[in-house]
């Protein structure tokens, strides 16, 4: 009499056992147009497909400073100095961790509601350290960057996806947020990339 329980699976994705972990790491909610588009780059695989979403908490003081970067070199030289006594930076941090959360939640539903499973936390380790940790606990077999699509969240976030690809052992797509693939294959500067 033989035992089932003995079988021996090959680990492939379509074998029907075992799951297919993607580690997706996002700046911003992700749409129902979002979720599908990365939904549909696993519409192949037999094994349960399971997204693990991360997104960095945006820090409350960087924030001020990125509000105070986005002013001209003019404006800035014009400008009376800000008093970062004014600011209520704990405010602001609990303020972050709300809209943060918010749209991780916003991101779990739109995969959900698009007919994947996933689960996700809110980050305030490095991005791409995160990201590198979350790939091994799951032992992932890819991880998706998706980033903003307008050119200065290129210019600051554009090395995640170099920096995860050194240090990651699985494949690495960077995709454009609220974008979808034929947008993003032609915009100027922006695109899909993957090793």
Aim: glycine share 6%; net charge negative.
């Amino acid at each position: 009499m033989s035992d089932t329980s003995d079988t021996i699976h090959d680990g492939s994705i379509h074998d029907g056992h075992g799951t297919y972990d993607v580690v997706l790491l996002v700046e911003q909610a992700l749409t129902s147009a979002d979720a599908e588009q990365v939904r549909s780059l696993h519409a192949e695989i037999d094994d349960p497909v399971v997204y693990h979403v991360l997104l960095p908490l945006e820090d409350a003081a960087a924030r001020v400073e990125a509000s105070l970067g986005t002013l001209g070199a003019g404006d800035l030289m014009a400008a009376p100095a800000l008093a970062m006594s004014d600011v209520d930076i704990e405010a602001l941090r609990r303020e972050c961790e709300e809209h943060s959360s918010a749209e991780l939640q916003q991101t779990l539903a739109a995969i959900t509601a698009a007919g994947g499973k996933a689960t996700g936390k809110v980050t305030s380790e490095p991005p791409v350290d995160a990201l590198a940790a979350l790939v091994a606990a799951v032992d992932a077999r890819e991880a998706i960057i998706l980033t903003r699509p307008h050119v200065v969240a290129e210019f600051f976030h554009v090395d995640w996806t170099s920096r995860a690809r050194r240090k990651l052992g699985v494949p690495v797509l960077h995709l454009i947020e609220h974008e979808n693939f034929d947008e993003q294959a032609t915009g100027p500067e922006e695109g899909v990339t993957g090793l």
